[in-house]
């Protein structure tokens, strides 16, 4: 059963809006949530993370947003550029270095 | 160099043939990771090396095998590999912040196609 679950493949948004990509998570014991971000033919590439004991993570034009009580976290780009299209991937960890990957949202970024 | 570093980039056998994946990273990490991706399916673990000791082999078939020599290096032997197999394999290395919490730095993966 996947514990990570990012159920919107594909988003498209107008160059200079927002972004907002989601996750939701089913296990309670994760504590650690990470995003990643993936260019065809390259690796993923660490983007922005958030430990349980907050609630939101900002970084430039990236935050991050958790929910606990709905297990549910979100990306937020701010504006977002063309060079932001890529596969986004939402990860979580129970502390350690046993990762949960979601199955990725592509995003497009309209000129 | 730096990061973590995958070769080949691309690999294509046949089902009899046995090859190798190399990955290498230059971060100082501890751990470093087998992971294996299919289209439209979530980064699958299969192998977690730390401090060159297998941590974790999540079910793993047996045509695939590990062999982590030391901290810095970790290969993928592959043998009788069927077309399911195809798939992007990426290799991860990862050290814990100091507060229990870890991030994965990936290679660009080698991209596999079994025929």
């Known amino acids: 059963d996947q514990q990570v679950k990012q159920n919107s493949p594909s988003l498209s948004v107008q160059e200079g809006r927002i972004s907002i990509l989601n996750c939701d998570y089913t296990?309670?014991?994760?504590?650690?949530f990470l995003w990643y971000k993936k260019y065809p033919a390259e690796g993923p590439t660490f983007l922005i993370s958030?430990?349980?004991?907050?609630d939101k993570n900002e970084d430039g034009r990236f935050t991050v947003f958790l929910n606990k009580s709905a297990k549910h976290l979100s990306l937020h780009i701010v504006p977002s550029q063309p060079g932001d299209s890529a596969v986004y991937f939402c990860?979580?960890?129970?502390?350690?270095?046993?990762?949960?990957f979601g199955t990725g949202t592509s995003l497009t970024v309209i000129p | 160099e730096t990061g973590v570093t995958q070769t080949p980039r691309h690999l294509v056998m046949g089902m009899t043939n046995k090859k190798s994946l190399k990955c290498e990273q230059h971060?100082?990490?501890?751990?470093m990771y087998w992971y294996k991706q299919s289209a439209k399916k979530p980064l699958e673990l299969m192998f977690v090396?730390?401090?060159?000791?297998?941590?974790e082999n999540n079910s793993v078939p047996s045509r695939f095998s590990p062999e982590c020599p030391n901290s810095s290096h970790l290969f993928l032997h592959l043998h009788t590999l069927q077309p399911e197999d195809s798939a992007l394999y990426l290799c991860?290395?990862?050290?814990?912040?100091?507060?229990?919490?870890?991030?994965?730095?990936f290679g660009s993966g080698t991209q596999l196609s079994v025929l």
């Open positions: 990860a979580a960890s129970i502390t350690g270095n046993q990762f949960y």
């Open positions: 090396y730390n401090f060159k000791e297998q941590t």
């Open positions: 971060l100082g990490h501890n751990a």
């Open positions: 958030i430990s349980s004991i907050k």
């Open positions: 991860a290395s990862s050290q814990d912040d100091g507060y229990g919490n870890e991030k994965l730095f």
């Open positions: 296990n309670s014991m994760f504590d650690y």
